[in-house]
Structure formats: C-alpha cells, structure tokens
C-alpha cells in the first residue's frame, strides 16, 4: 500500500486492487473519490481539481 499526504489530501493505493490502476482520495478521513490512474479520469465521487493536479504531479514523480 502506498499512502501519500500532500496538500491536505491523502492518496492511497494499493499494489494488488482490482484494475484498472486507482488512488483512492480522502480528506478530513473520508473518502472523496478514486481516480483512474490509466485513464486519467473519475471512477466514482467527486474529486476536486486540485487534488487532481496533485495526482497529476504525483505520477509525473513516479510515486503512483
């Protein structure tokens, strides 16, 4: 599992999860949404766009 926190947001992912490739986006401890790392797009909630630009940077890093 990877667990990274920046910008007031945490991402989780985990190495084994179901396809395609997602980081699960939580703030204040509740789940806002998870986001299509592949795809580059929403699975399910709402994720706000500078959180999106987070996962964006996090991946140009290599770190998801």
Same mark, same amino acid.
């Given at each position: *599992?990877?667990?990274?926190?920046?910008?007031?947001?945490?991402? &989780?992912?985990?190495?084994?999860?179901?396809?395609?490739?997602? &980081?699960?986006?939580?703030?204040?401890?509740?789940? /806002?949404?998870?986001?299509?790392?592949?795809?580059?797009? /929403? *699975?399910?909630?709402? &994720?706000?766009?500078?959180?999106?630009?987070?996962?964006?940077? /996090?991946?140009?890093?290599?770190? /998801?």
């Amino acid at each position: *599992m990877t667990r990274i926190r920046r910008g007031g947001y945490i991402f &989780v992912l985990w190495r084994g999860d179901h396809d395609p490739r997602h &980081v699960h986006v939580f703030k204040d401890a509740r789940l /806002l949404g998870r986001w299509n790392l592949d795809a580059d797009c /929403l *699975m399910s909630g709402c &994720v706000p766009p500078s959180a999106i630009d987070l996962i964006r940077a /996090l991946s140009r890093e290599g770190k /998801l």
